[in-house]
Each structure stands twice: as structure tokens, then as C-alpha cells.
């Protein structure tokens, strides 16, 4: 039968959507959980079974690799640094003289002026192959 026009209509009652989100939160959530206590435990067992099988060793515990370079003491004895040479050089200048003549070359730099440029000075690049 079809409907009349100007009369109510009957309309569905909507249906409460029940426990079905919870229960997928809750298990999401358990899962994530029993996940996360998993790998801890893994890693846990990891180290423990580490520290057990350097504990029951009976040699040193570093190996070392064969190295035919040379000794360490050969390192040591040299006393000369090519890097900070340059702070040696000046022992007897106190540093307000030193700071003084950084600051003036850093402001002033000694640059020969050249107009080929079209009078645009152009710093020198250090570059080290």
C-alpha cells in the first residue's frame, strides 16, 4: 500500500550499536600491551644470555685484531701538532692583543683590490684537496 500524502510515515527505531567498539578497543589495546612485553622480554633475555656467556669465559674479555700498523707510543712521543700550530706561536702576546688582531683581520681582510670586477672585491677561497 503506498503511503497517503500529510500522513506520518513509519520509520525505523535505530539500533544502539552495542559493545562491539569497546570490545574492539579493549582488545586492541591488550594486544598492544602483551606486544610491548614481548619485545622487552626479548631484549632482556638478550643481555642476560650476553652477560652469561662473557661471565662463564675464562680469557680476557676484549679481543683485539691484528694491527700492523704503527705502535701507540709512536703516536705519543711526537709532541708537534700540525692543527694548533698556529696557537704556539705567539706565547709571550696576551690574548686582548691576540683577540685585537683577529678581530682587525676578520674586519679588514688583506685583499688586493682588483677592478676587473667591475669594482666588486672578491674573497679568496681556500680549498684543500
Not at 44 to 52: C, E, F, G, Y
Not at 84 to 113: C, F, M, Y
Request: charged letters at 30%.
Amino acid at each position: 500500500m503506498s503511503p497517503v500524502p500529510g500522513e506520518p510515515q513509519e520509520s525505523r527505531k535505530p539500533q544502539p550499536i552495542g559493545n562491539v567498539p569497546l570490545i574492539f578497543l579493549f582488545t586492541t589495546c591488550t594486544l598492544c600491551v602483551i606486544f610491548l612485553l614481548w619485545r622487552r622480554a626479548d631484549a632482556i633475555r638478550r643481555v642476560v644470555s650476553h652477560r652469561l656467556r662473557t661471565f662463564r669465559r675464562s680469557e680476557g674479555a676484549i679481543r683485539l685484531s691484528q694491527d700492523d700498523g704503527p705502535p701507540a707510543n709512536e703516536f705519543l712521543e711526537d709532541d708537534y701538532d700540525e692543527d694548533n700550530e698556529h696557537l704556539n706561536d705567539g706565547d709571550d702576546e696576551p690574548l686582548s692583543e691576540h683577540i685585537r688582531k683577529v678581530t682587525q683581520a676578520w674586519r679588514e681582510p688583506d685583499v688586493p683590490e682588483d677592478d676587473s670586477n667591475g669594482g666588486i672585491r672578491v674573497l679568496p677561497t681556500h680549498t684543500s684537496h
